[in-house]
C-alpha cells in the first residue's frame, strides 16, 4: 500500500522504532511526526517517550478521526514543559471520560487548548483544578435540555475549551470555577444561551467575568513580588503559587518550605488594602520568622500550648518587622479581625482561640480598648521583654505557656470551639515552628546513584596545558597546579538549534531591532588626520591661528570616515557543570538550565553573528586539578553555522567548576586577538568548585586572581549568575562586573540583551 | 602670574572621614604621588578630594571630563584677539604652573587619546610638554594630579587604559555604612537624625537592587538633595519620590516596591 510505504521510511532505527509503537496508518500524522518527535525529545525524558506514543495511539483509535490524535502529539510537548509529565493520567482519564458521555466530539477542542492552559496554570494541581471545572459542567450540561435523555452533548463544552486560555488570562482557576458556574446555573435549559455564555457572548457572561476579575492575580505581580523580598528584606527565595478556590473545608494556608514560599494563586482587595499589600503582609510575615524564629521542640506540649506559642511568636516576629518598616502596622492591622470582647460563651464553648486573636489583637494595636486585665497584663509583659531588643522564640514561649495556665478555663476542652473573627489570613501556618523529636521521617535522605556515575573520559589528543593557581593563605602561586585539557565540543544535530531559534521568533525579531540600531554607524569621523577626505574646519581655524602666532601649525587638520566603529572581540565562556541538569521553576518541571543555557549561547551567537563581532564560545568543567576539560564550542573565525550549530546541541554538563584554570585558557585564546576591547563573558550556575577542594574560599580566591591578571592583559572579564545566592560572592571575585539573574527563565532573552547593553 | 588665591577652598567643606583616608592621602600628598579616588556616583568623592585641597591649604583646580574634550581643551590653546593670537593655559597647564592640585572628575568620560596627556606628569618626570609653544613645563613641587573613577560603569567600553591605572595611588571608596551615611544626611542639612536614618534606610533598599534591575542604586548624593527637600517643608514621602526613585528608573515594578518602601518607612 502506498501509505504504508512512506510511512515506514525513516532513516534513523529509532524513529522507526517510534513510529511502530504509534502503530497509525494516518497519512496526516505521518506528515508531522518527524516534527513532533523533535519537540517531543527536548521536553519528554526517554523512558517517558513510551507513554506519550500510547496514549497518541489510544487517541488515534477513538473512532473520532485524525484530529486527537494530531493534535495531541503536536500539544503534549508543550504541556510537559508547563506542568509536568505527571499531567498525563488526568488527562487521559478525562478524555476517557468524555469519550463515555456524548461529549466525545469535544475531545479535539479540549486538546487544541490545553497546552495554552497548561502554560496559565504553571502546575498539576492547578490544571487539576481547570479538569475538575470541566468536569463539572460537562455532568451539569449533558443531556438535561427539556427534559429528553442523556442524548445531547452539552452545548457549551466545546465553546468552553475554546475560550478557557482567555478566561485564564483574566482570572484565576478559582475565578473561572465562579464564572462557569453562574453559566450553569443560569443556562443549563438554553442550549443557545449556553453556548453565547460559554463563547463569551453573552453580556452577562462578560459581566461575569469583570466581577470575578477582583484581586491581584499572583502571575502580575510575581516580579514585584520578588523586587519587594530583596530590596526590603534582602531575602530571595522561589514563590510558589497555590489554588484556594477549591479547598472548601481546609483552606490553604500560606506556608515555606525548602522549595520556597508559598502563596495564594490570587488575592482580592480586603478593604482598603489591595491585593499587592496583602501579598507582601504576608511575604513579611515570613521573612519575619526566617529572621527571628528558631524550632521548637515540640513532643512534650499539648496542641493548645502550641496554639499559644504560635500567636506569640506570630506578634512577636511582627512587632519586629514593624521597628524596621513602621508602616506595616497599619496593613497588618487592617487585616487584622478585631474580635468582640464578649463574643465567646465561655459556659458552652472553647473561647481559647478567641482570646488568644484579641490577645493577639492588642499585642499589636496600643487602641485595642480590651478591658479583660489578664489580657492587659500579658500584653504589659510581651511589650517589656521587648523593650530592649528582639527576645527570642524560646523566651516568647515561656511567655505564651504561662499565659494559658493563667487562663485555663475548663470549657477550653469542649468540643464547640468560637472560630468567628479568629483566623488571620495573612499568617503563615507556622510549620517551621516546630520540631517533633520522635518519629522523625527523614526527608533529607536522598541517595542519587548518578552522582557517582564518572563519565567516561574521552580526553585525547593535545597534551594538557599546566596553569597555577593561587594560594590565598600563603599569597604565592602554586606553579603548574592545573591541567587544561582542551578538545574540540562532539557534535549533535545542528537542527535542534535552528528549533530552538524558531522557537523564540518572536524575541529574535525584538532583538534584530536592537541590533540595527546598534550596528555602527555606517560612518565615524576620524578627526586630526594629516590626510584624509574633508578639511575639518574647528581644527584647520585653529592651527591658521597657531600659524599666525608664529607657532607651528598642527597639520593634522583633515578628517576622514570610517565605517564600522565597533571593535570587540568576545569569548563567551560557559560553565557545563553537573549543575546545569537541575530542572529550573516549580516542582522542578521545566526545562533544565543546560537546555536554557543552549538556548541563549544560541541566541547570543546569532545576534552577535549579525552585529559582526569576532565571538568565540568555549564550555568547561573539571574534575581535580589534574582534568579541566575546556571545549571549543566556536572559534573566532568560525561562522556561526551548521558545524557550529552542532556542538551547540550536543552541550552536556558534569563535573565540577574549576573556574581559575578555565579563565587563565580562555585568556589565553582572548589575548591572542587585536581588538580595542577584548570581553570574556562567563555564564555560570554558581560559585567556583572542585572535588579536591574543600575550603571554598580557595578556588574563590584562585579566580579573583585569574580575573586580575586578565585585567593586566587588558581583557575585561564580566559574569552572568544563575544563581540567586551569588550576591554573596560574585562581587568579591568579579568586582563591579557580574549582573545575577533571578529569573532563570529568561536567560534566552536576558543574555543576548546582557551583551548589547555592556556593548553599547 | 596667575593669581593662586582665587584657587583656594576657602570655608572648610563638610567631610566625614570613611576610614583613613585622609591620613593616607596627605601621605600621598607628601610624595606627590597621582591619587585615583574610585567608587559610584555620588559617594564623595569629589567632596574629599575639595576637603583634602582646604586641608592643605593648596589650591584646586577641577576639570569636569567629557566626550568631547580634547587635549587642547586641558593643555591650553592659542585665541585670535585685536593683537592677533594669545596663547591661553588649560587647567592642566595652570595647575602644573602655580603647583595646585588639578582634579580631573570621571575622568573616563573623556577620549583615551586625550587621557594620554597626563602621562609625563605622572611620572619621576613631572613634566608637561607643550607642542604648540615648544615649551617644557617642570611641574610646581606642589602639583599633584587626582582623577575620579566610577568602576561600576555597566558598559564595558567605558574603562581605563591599563597604561594609565597603573600610573596612580587609588582609594576605593563606597557609599558610607548607614550610621556614618545618616550623620552625614544630618550635619551636611540640618535635618533630624530620626529621619536621616529613615532616608538611609531606602538608601538602602534601592541598593540591594543593585545587579537586579538597578545599575546603581541610590547615591549619596541623591539622599542629601531629599534630605534638603525635607528640611525647607516638603512632604517625607513626596520628597522621596522626587529625589530618591523617579531620577534611576523608569522600571514600573522597582518604582512600585521603592514607593512601597517609602510609605511603609515615612508614617
Ligand atoms: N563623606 C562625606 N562627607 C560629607 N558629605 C558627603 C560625604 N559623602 C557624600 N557626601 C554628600 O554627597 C554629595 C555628593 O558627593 P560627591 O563628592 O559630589 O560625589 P562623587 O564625587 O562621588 O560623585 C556631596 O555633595 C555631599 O553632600
Ligand atoms: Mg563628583
Redo the contacts with the bound molecule.
Keep these: 500500500m502506498a501509505v504504508d510505504k512512506a510511512l515506514g521510511e525513516y532513516q534513523h532505527p529509532l524513529m522507526q522504532q517510534y513510529w511502530a509503537r504509534l502503530n497509525t496508518r494516518f497519512p496526516q500524522v505521518a506528515e508531522i511526526f518527524e516534527e513532533a518527535m523533535a519537540e517531543a525529545l527536548l521536553v519528554i525524558d526517554r523512558p517517558d517517550l513510551d507513554a506519550y506514543l500510547d496514549a497518541a495511539s489510544f487517541l488515534g483509535r477513538l473512532g473520532r478521526g485524525v484530529e486527537p490524535m494530531l493534535v495531541f502529539l503536536e500539544e503534549w510537548p508543550s504541556v510537559v514543559a508547563a506542568v509536568g509529565k505527571e499531567a498525563l493520567t488526568p488527562v487521559l482519564d478525562f478524555v476517557k471520560a468524555m469519550q463515555k458521555s456524548p461529549n466525545g466530539k469535544a475531545i479535539t477542542s479540549f486538546l487544541q487548548t490545553l497546552a495554552a492552559v497548561a502554560r496559565r496554570l504553571q502546575s498539576v494541581e492547578q490544571l487539576q483544578h481547570y479538569l475538575d471545572i470541566a468536569r463539572d459542567l460537562m455532568a451539569r450540561t449533558t443531556g438535561s435540555i427539556h427534559g429528553h435523555h442523556t442524548t445531547f452533548p452539552s452545548p457549551g463544552l466545546p465553546f468552553f475549551f475554546e475560550h478557557a486560555p482567555r478566561v485564564l488570562d483574566l482570572l484565576s482557576v478559582g475565578g473561572m470555577w465562579n464564572w462557569v458556574d453562574y453559566g450553569i446555573r443560569n443556562y443549563s435549559h438554553h442550549p443557545e444561551r449556553q453556548e453565547e455564555y460559554f463563547g463569551l457572548k453573552l453580556a452577562d457572561s462578560r459581566a461575569v467575568l469583570q466581577r470575578e476579575r477582583r484581586g491581584t492575580l499572583f502571575a502580575d505581580v510575581e516580579r514585584q513580588l520578588d523586587l519587594y523580598l530583596r530590596a526590603l528584606w534582602r531575602d530571595g527565595d522561589q514563590l510558589v503559587p497555590y489554588s484556594t478556590a477549591f479547598d472548601e473545608l481546609r483552606k490553604p494556608i500560606p506556608y515555606y518550605d525548602k522549595l520556597g514560599l508559598r502563596v495564594p494563586d490570587v488575592f482580592e482587595d480586603a478593604g482598603m488594602i489591595g491585593g499587592i499589600d496583602r501579598y507582601r503582609a504576608v511575604l513579611a510575615h515570613m521573612v519575619g520568622h526566617r529572621r527571628w524564629s528558631t524550632p521548637q521542640i515540640a513532643d512534650n506540649w499539648s496542641p493548645f500550648q502550641r496554639m499559644a506559642v504560635e500567636f506569640f511568636e506570630d506578634c512577636r516576629v511582627e512587632m519586629l518587622l514593624c521597628r524596621e518598616y513602621p508602616g506595616l502596622r497599619r496593613i497588618f492591622l487592617a487585616l487584622h479581625p478585631k474580635p468582640v470582647e464578649d463574643a465567646c460563651d465561655p459556659e458552652t464553648t472553647s473561647c481559647l482561640r478567641h482570646r488568644l486573636a484579641m490577645l493577639s489583637r492588642a499585642l499589636l494595636d496600643p487602641d485595642h480598648g480590651y478591658r479583660d486585665s489578664d489580657l492587659n497584663a500579658y500584653v504589659a509583659r510581651f511589650h517589656t521583654m521587648l523593650a530592649d531588643g528582639a527576645a527570642n522564640t524560646t523566651d516568647t514561649a515561656g511567655l505564651a505557656l504561662s499565659y494559658v495556665a493563667k487562663t485555663r478555663r475548663q470549657s477550653d476542652q469542649f468540643a464547640k470551639v468560637h472560630f468567628d473573627d479568629t483566623v488571620i489570613d495573612y499568617r503563615d501556618d507556622n510549620r517551621h515552628l516546630w520540631q517533633f523529636i520522635e518519629d522523625s521521617d527523614d526527608e533529607e535522605f536522598f541517595d542519587d546513584p548518578d552522582k557517582s556515575k564518572v563519565r567516561e573520559s574521552e580526553v585525547v589528543g593535545l597534551p594538557p596545558r599546566h596553569y597555577p593557581e593561587w594560594d590565598t593563605h600563603s599569597k604565592t602561586y602554586r606553579p603548574d597546579w592545573t591541567s587544561v585539557y582542551e578538545a574540540l565540543h562532539p557534535s549533535g544535530n545542528p537542527a535542534d538549534i535552528d528549533k530552538l531559534l524558531q522557537k523564540h521568533a518572536a524575541l529574535a525579531k525584538q532583538l534584530k531591532r536592537l541590533l540595527d540600531l546598534l550596528k555602527p554607524q555606517d560612518k565615524v569621523r576620524i578627526r586630526y588626520q594629516e590626510e584624509g577626505s574633508e578639511l575639518d574646519l574647528d581644527v584647520a581655524i585653529r592651527s591658521l591661528i597657531d600659524f599666525k602666532g608664529g607657532a607651528t601649525p598642527d597639520p593634522r587638520i583633515n578628517m576622514s570616515h570610517r565605517t564600522d566603529g565597533r571593535n570587540i572581540a568576545v569569548l563567551l565562556l560557559v560553565d557545563l557543570s553537573e549543575s546545569l541538569n537541575e530542572k529550573v521553576g516549580t516542582g522542578g518541571t521545566g526545562q533544565t538550565i543546560l537546555e536554557l543555557s543552549q538556548e541563549a549561547v544560541s541566541l547570543l551567537a546569532w545576534a552577535i553573528d549579525r552585529l559582526g563581532d569576532p565571538l568565540a564560545i568555549a564550555g568547561f568543567h573539571s574534575n581535580t586539578r589534574h582534568e579541566v576539560r575546556y571545549q571549543h564550542i566556536k572559534g573566532f573565525s568560525e561562522q556561526w553555522d551548521d558545524e557550529v550549530k552542532a556542538r551547540v546541541a550536543a552541550m552536556e554538563a558534569g563535573w565540577s567548576t574549576r573556574m581559575g584554570a578555565a579563565l587563565r585558557h580562555a585568556g589565553h585564546y582572548l589575548g591572542a586577538r587585536k581588538a580595542d576591547k577584548r570581553i570574556l563573558l562567563v555564564l555560570t550556575d554558581g560559585e567556583p568548585a572542585d572535588i579536591d577542594v574543600t575550603d571554598p574560599e580557595h578556588l574563590r580566591a584562585d579566580t579573583k586572581k585569574a580575573v586580575e591578571e586578565l585585567d593586566t592583559q587588558g581583557i575585561t572579564t564580566f559574569c552572568l549568575s544563575l544563581d540567586p545566592k551569588a550576591d554573596e560572592y560574585v562581587r568579591e571575585i568579579f568586582g563591579n562586573r557580574w549582573r545575577v539573574l533571578d529569573r532563570i527563565e529568561r536567560l534566552p532573552e536576558q543574555l543576548p540583551m546582557l551583551y548589547l547593553s555592556l556593548t553599547k | 602670574m596667575t593669581d593662586k588665591t582665587q584657587y583656594l577652598v576657602k570655608q572648610e ?6 576610614g583613613r583616608e585622609v591620613a593616607l592621602y596627605e601621605a600621598a600628598y607628601a610624595a606627590k604621588l597621582p591619587v585615583m ?1 574610585k ?10 578630594v ?2 583634602m585641597a582646604w586641608k592643605l591649604q593648596k589650591p584646586l583646580i577641577t576639570v569636569a571630563c567629557n566626550e568631547d574634550m580634547t587635549a587642547s581643551d586641558l593643555v591650553g590653546r592659542y585665541l585670535l584677539d585685536a593683537n592677533g593670537t594669545r596663547w591661553l593655559d588649560g587647567p592642566l597647564t595652570t595647575a602644573a604652573r602655580i603647583g595646585a592640585i588639578c582634579y580631573l ?1 570621571e575622568i573616563v568620560e573623556a577620549r583615551q587619546d586625550t587621557t594620554v596627556v597626563i602621562h609625563p606628569l605622572t611620572d619621576h618626570r613631572r613634566t608637561l610638554p607643550i607642542d604648540k609653544k615648544g615649551e617644557l613645563i617642570e611641574a610646581h613641587p606642589d602639583f599633584q594630579l587626582v582623577i ?1 573613577y ?1 568602576p561600576g560603569y555597566q558598559s564595558l567600553m567605558k574603562d581605563l587604559k591599563q597604561s594609565t591605572k597603573q600610573r596612580f595611588t587609588a582609594f576605593d ?1 563606597d557609599y ?1 555604612a548607614p550610621e ?2 545618616t550623620s ?1 544626611l544630618a ?2 542639612t540640618g535635618l533630624a537624625e530620626g529621619t536621616a536614618a529613615k532616608l538611609v534606610k531606602i538608601g538602602q533598599v534601592g541598593r540591594n537592587l543593585k545587579g537586579h534591575g538597578l545599575d546603581e542604586g541610590i ?3 541623591l ?2 538633595y531629599a534630605a534638603t527637600l525635607i528640611k525647607r517643608g516638603v512632604d517625607a514621602q513626596d520628597a522621596c519620590r522626587m529625589a530618591l526613585v523617579r531620577p534611576i528608573t523608569d522600571d514600573a515594578d522597582i518604582r512600585a516596591t521603592l514607593d512601597h518602601a517609602i510609605d511603609t518607612t515615612f508614617i
Excluded at chain 2, 567608587?39 to 574629599?48: A, H, L, V
Aim: aromatic fraction near 14%.
Design positions: 567643606p563638610f567631610y566625614q572621614a570613611q579616588v567608587g559610584p556616583t555620588g559617594c564623595g568623592k569629589s567632596r574629599f575639595e576637603y572628575d575620579s566610577n571608596f558610607p556614618l551615611e552625614i550635619k551636611e547615591s549619596t548624593r539622599l542629601v
